[in-house]
């Protein structure tokens, strides 16, 4: 069973950078397609950015493209997301999630693909 951990969320300035941190109990994780999803309150869980490790396929969604990257440390078990730019609407929870399925070579946008969640990270962007 995979465990995860966000953390890192805070309280930023428009412009600001930004590092949120996923912390993994499986030290095989790199097998895995990894994601974070974002939500504000009365919207739905919408994609942020994913990478699919056994094929080294990442998707992002357009509105952070340049913006935002997504690594990993597998020393630490931890897959990071980097943020930079931060603008209002970057506001939300962010969630850590994980897709073990081993029949997709794409990481999905979809949430209902993903098996395992972490409890979500406040970020909020002052302007």
């Known amino acids: 069973q995979v465990q995860l951990v966000e953390s890192g969320g805070g309280l930023v300035q428009a412009g600001d950078s930004l590092s949120l941190s996923c912390a993994a109990s499986?030290?095989?994780?790199?097998?895995?397609?990894m994601a974070w999803f974002r939500q504000t309150p009365g919207k739905e869980r919408v994609f942020v950015v994913g990478?699919?490790?056994?094929?080294?396929?990442?998707a992002y969604a357009d509105s952070v493209k340049g913006r935002f990257t997504i690594d990993r440390d597998n020393a630490k078990n931890t897959v990071y997301l980097q943020m930079s730019s931060l603008k209002p609407e970057d506001t939300a929870v962010y969630y850590c999630?994980?897709?073990?399925?081993?029949?997709?070579?794409?990481?999905?946008?979809?949430?209902?693909?993903?098996?395992?969640w972490g409890q979500g990270t406040q970020v909020t962007v002052s302007s």
């Open positions: 499986e030290r095989t994780f790199s097998r895995y397609s």
């Open positions: 999630a994980a897709d073990t399925s081993l029949l997709r070579s794409f990481p999905s946008t979809a949430e209902t693909n993903y098996q395992y």
């Open positions: 990478m699919n490790w056994r094929t080294g396929r990442t």
